[in-house]
């Protein structure tokens, strides 16, 4: 599994536990922050998903919107890093920011956003959600975000990617075993104690497929959707 991740994502750890996208998500961020710190997200009203904001408001963590230029429905890059500096103390402990959206209308520009961000505050963290996007990213057909410097990748398996109802996080080799550790901690025990053995089984066989067919399939997918849209 961790070969073929490696090959499709560029990432050569793979945790394939997580039951679900959200657990995934929900999995690094109590893994990387504690109560009471600022994490930057994506708001609803800018495409990004509902999820976080239940369990951020149980413990105690702040999430503070990421700035978006509504006309070009991308990242304001400039005025995220404005706001950056007003709640975030440039010191040496990590930072995080969740990437996540639900409805995606262009490509980010998520290596200046990466630059930016590390120049600034080099030991953030900057994680991205991938549910979306996970078989359009294997197919070449959407940009994979660990190319543009984004530390760790986490979704659901079942939406462009035609695998099983589960959930992935996948860690680049310049991601710190120290992290890894914590996130797969945070998993289990967590919040879940068992993994599904026949969907993990299912993912291996759908990565296999679209390591033989993945580009095809995505190329297809974005011609369809052009079609109805």
């Not at 120049?119 to 549910?131: A, R, V």
């Not at 078989?135 to 660990?146: A, M, S």
Request: charged share 20%; net charge positive; with cysteine.
């Amino acid at each position: 599994m961790n070969k073929l991740s490696n090959n499709l994502l560029s990432c050569p750890t793979l945790d394939t536990r997580p039951k679900g996208g959200q657990a995934a998500e929900i999995a690094v961020l109590t893994g990387l922050a504690n109560s009471y710190e600022q994490v930057f997200y994506v708001q609803e009203k800018d495409g990004g998903h509902f999820g976080l904001n239940y369990i951020c408001k149980k413990i105690g963590i702040a999430l503070i919107p990421i700035c978006f230029d509504n006309k070009n429905h991308q990242i304001d890059v400039d005025n995220t890093i404005k706001i950056m500096k007003k709640f975030w103390k440039k010191t040496t402990s990590k930072k995080l920011m969740i990437l996540s959206q639900s409805f995606i209308l262009r490509q980010q520009p998520l290596k200046y956003l990466v630059d930016r961000v590390k120049n600034n505050f080099p030991e953030t963290i900057i994680t991205y959600d991938i549910s979306h996007t996970l078989g359009l990213i294997v197919g070449n057909q959407f940009i994979n975000p660990i190319t543009q410097g984004v530390d760790i990748i986490h979704g659901s398996t079942h939406k462009t990617f035609p695998g099983p109802q589960k959930g992935i996080i996948g860690f680049p080799i310049s991601c710190h075993k120290n992290t890894q550790t914590t996130i797969k901690q945070a998993l289990s025990p967590g919040l879940q104690s068992n993994c599904g053995t026949s969907e993990v089984l299912a993912l291996a066989a759908t990565l296999e497929e679209m390591k033989l067919y993945g580009k095809n399939y995505a190329e297809t997918t974005c011609f369809t959707c052009k079609i109805f849209s």
